[in-house]
C-alpha cells in the first residue's frame, strides 16, 4: 500500500508515520512537506520505507503526480498555531484552504482514497458549565484566523464529497500532546521552559480547558477510520481529558518537583476560546479505544522525551521565545 502523507515532517504527522511503518510491513510511505519551520526532517530520521519530498500542497505541478502513484492520502500538513494566525494569517489561507483544495482536484481526478485531519476547534468554544460536548453535527463556529481556514478546509472536503463522489473521511480531533511537538505550543513550550530555568507562562487566568489527547491515540483514531469509517462521515477523536491550562501547568511543575505556583501570568490571546469537549461516541462505534488514559503517565514519559531530544528542540528555542516576547506572551 502506498500511502501518502502530508505534513509527515510535522508532530501529528511524524508520529503517523512512525506507527505506520512500526505497525505495517508492506506499507510505503511518501511524505509530502515543505518544511516550514514547523517541519524537522529529523523526526522521520531512521525510518525504512518512507521517503521525504520537499513540496508544497498548493502547488499542483507537486501535488499531481504524487497523488496519481497513491492508494491514499492522509492529509495533515497545514499552518497549525493560532497564535501565528492571529500575527500573520496569510499563509493559514494559502495552505490550509488552497493547499485543500490543490488536494482534492487531484484526489478526484485520479479516485484515491483520502483522509483529512481537522480539529475541534471548528465547532468555537463551549461554556465551562455546558453539559454538551462537541458533536459532528455542532455547527460550526470558528474563532481565529487558523480555526476558520480549517473550517473551510472541511466545507471544501464535504462538498467535494457531495458534488464529485470523491472517497473521503473528516476527522476532528482535540488538543495533541507527545513526542515531535514544536514547542511553540503549550505543552512543550512550559516543559521546554523549565528545562531552561524559565518560569511557565499562563495566558489569562487559566481557566481555559482543552481535552488532552496522546498523539498516538489520534492516529490508531485515524487508522480506525480510514480502515472502517462510512465515506462522507465526519468523525470527532477525543479520549475524555478535559483539564484547565492551569491545571496542566500545575502538573508539568510538579513533574519537575517545583513549587506548583512558580508560574507566570502574561498576556491572553485575543479572541481566546474558552473549552473544547469531544463527544467521542461514533468513534467508539468503529470499535477504538484510547491507550493513553493516564495523562499523569503521558506527560511524565512526554518531559522525559524533551529532556533527552534536546538536539531536536533546541535550535528553535531563542526565536520562538522572542516571538513572544513581542506580543507580551
Ligand atoms: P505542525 O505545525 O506540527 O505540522 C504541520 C506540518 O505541515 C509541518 O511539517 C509543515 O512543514 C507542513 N506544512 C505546512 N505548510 C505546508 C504546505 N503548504 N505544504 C506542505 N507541507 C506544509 O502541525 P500538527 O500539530 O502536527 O497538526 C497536523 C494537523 O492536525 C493539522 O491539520 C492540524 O490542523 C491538525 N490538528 C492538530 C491538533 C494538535 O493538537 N496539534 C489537534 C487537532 C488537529
Ligand atoms: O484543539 C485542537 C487544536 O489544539 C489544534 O487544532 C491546534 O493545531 C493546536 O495548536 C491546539 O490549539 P490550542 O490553541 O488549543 O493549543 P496551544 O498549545 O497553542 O495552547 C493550548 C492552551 O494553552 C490555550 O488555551 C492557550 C494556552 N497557552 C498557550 C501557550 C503557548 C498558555 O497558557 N501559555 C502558553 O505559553
Known amino acids: 500500500m502506498k500511502i501518502l502523507v502530508t505534513g509527515g515532517a510535522g508532530f501529528i504527522g511524524a508520529n503517523f508515520v512512525h506507527t505506520t511503518v512500526e505497525e505495517m510491513p508492506d506499507a510505503e510511505v511518501v511524505v509530502l512537506d515543505k518544511l516550514t519551520y514547523a517541519g524537522n526532517p529529523a523526526s522521520l530520521a531512521g525510518l525504512d520505507r518512507v521517503t521525504l519530498i520537499e513540496g508544497d500542497i498548493a502547488d499542483p505541478d507537486t501535488v499531481d503526480p504524487l497523488v496519481k502513484d497513491a492508494d491514499l492520502v492522509v492529509h495533515f500538513a497545514a499552518e497549525s498555531h493560532n497564535d501565528n494566525s492571529l500575527n500573520d494569517p496569510s499563509p493559514f489561507i494559502t495552505?490550509?484552504?488552497?493547499?485543500?483544495?490543490?488536494?482534492l482536484e487531484a484526489v478526484r481526478k485520479y479516485g484515491v482514497r483520502y483522509h483529512h485531519i481537522s480539529t475541534d476547534e471548528v465547532y468555537g468554544d463551549l461554556e465551562l458549565d455546558d453539559p454538551n460536548k462537541f458533536t459532528p453535527t455542532t455547527p460550526y463556529n470558528p474563532s481565529s484566523p487558523y480555526s476558520a481556514s480549517k473550517a473551510g478546509s472541511d466545507h471544501l472536503?464535504?462538498?467535494?464529497?457531495?458534488?464529485?463522489?470523491?472517497a473521503a473521511t473528516i476527522s476532528n480531533c482535540s488538543n495533541n500532546y507527545g513526542p515531535f511537538q514544536h514547542i511553540e505550543k503549550f505543552i512543550p513550550r512550559t516543559v521546554t521552559n523549565l528545562i531552561d530555568g524559565v518560569k511557565p507562562r499562563l495566558y489569562g487566568a487559566g481557566l481555559n480547558v482543552r481535552d488532552w489527547i496522546h498523539v498516538r491515540d489520534h492516529n490508531t483514531a485515524v487508522w480506525a477510520i480510514v480502515n472502517k469509517g462510512e465515506i462522507g462521515k465526519t468523525y470527532l477523536i477525543g479520549a475524555d481529558g478535559e483539564l484547565n491550562n492551569l491545571q496542566v501547568v500545575?502538573?508539568?511543575l510538579e513533574e519537575f518537583g517545583y513549587d506548583k505556583n512558580d508560574f507566570v501570568h502574561v498576556n491572553d490571546r485575543p479572541g481566546h476560546?474558552?473549552?473544547?469537549?469531544i463527544d467521542n461516541s461514533s468513534l467508539l462505534e468503529l470499535g477504538w479505544e484510547p491507550q493513553f488514559e493516564d495523562f499523569t503517565a503521558g506527560l511524565h514519559d512526554t518531559v522525559t522525551w524533551y529532556r533527552e531530544n534536546e538536539d531536536w528542540w533546541r535550535p528553535q528555542k531563542d526565536a520562538v521565545e522572542a516571538k513572544y516576547a513581542k506580543t507580551g506572551q
Open 157 to 166: 472536503v464535504r462538498a467535494w464529497v457531495r458534488s464529485f463522489g470523491i
Open 250 to 252: 500545575q502538573m508539568i
Open 95 to 103: 495552505t490550509n484552504l488552497v493547499g485543500t483544495f490543490v488536494l
Open 273 to 277: 476560546d474558552l473549552r473544547y469537549a
